[in-house]
């Protein structure tokens, strides 16, 4: 989920350029299945993407993706459900903010499985991050209708997953990237 801090532009003006990720993706797996020898140099290349990640830059991403959710979504969640009863506002908004969140906590158990644990670990910490910039959101959005209690548990929460993969927060990473939130660590 968290894009590499500098990532290699491809010219547009070529035909590999202007491909798809996934047709860029049959394309690597064509370019080993004819080069073999390649594949250690892809999987050299593939490990240092994985590994490398920016606490500012997942934090960006997951106030984006946050801030980002449209009440409109909340407005079709919420409500009367045909056949479902009724889901109340709060609910709704509760779930939107944690699938906007799910990609992140994927992300960091991707990392986790492949041995990449500082990667997770700065994952971990951006997604906390992130949280704490919208833990005082604008009235009238779909974080303000999850309650003011979802950034902090979200975090906990991404802290814990961290701990049960075995990914340890740097010490001193509440104080460098959440100093006005305490008890999260």
């Known amino acids: 989920m968290a894009r590499p801090s500098a990532p290699r ?17 049959q394309v690597l ?35 984006h993706a946050l801030r980002g959710i449209p009440l409109d979504a909340l407005g079709a969640r919420a409500g009367r459900v045909r056949g479902g009863g009724y889901v109340h506002e709060v609910d709704a908004a509760w779930e939107l ?22 990667a997770a670990a700065t994952l971990a910490v951006g997604i906390v991050a992130g949280l704490c910039r919208v833990r005082e959101p604008q009235m009238g959005t779909v974080l303000a209708y999850a309650g003011e209690d979802i950034s902090s548990e979200l975090a906990s929460g991404a802290l814990e997953l961290a701990a049960r993969l ?8 509440d104080d460098e990237h959440w ?3 305490t008890g999260l660590l």
């Open 179 to 181: 100093p006005d939130w």
């Open 97 to 118: 903010v944690e699938e906007a969140v799910e990609p992140f906590r994927a992300d960091l158990e991707r990392r986790a499985s492949l041995g990449s644990v500082d």
């Open 29 to 63: 797996d064509a370019l080993i299945a004819e080069r073999p020898e390649l594949a250690v140099e892809a999987e050299r290349l593939a490990a240092e993407l994985v590994s490398s990640v920016s606490v500012n830059d997942v934090a960006a991403q997951v106030e």
């Open 166 to 173: 075995g990914v340890e927060v740097p010490p001193g990473a």
């Open 9 to 25: 532009q491809l010219n547009k003006q070529t035909v590999l350029g202007s491909l798809s990720p996934g047709e860029r993706g």
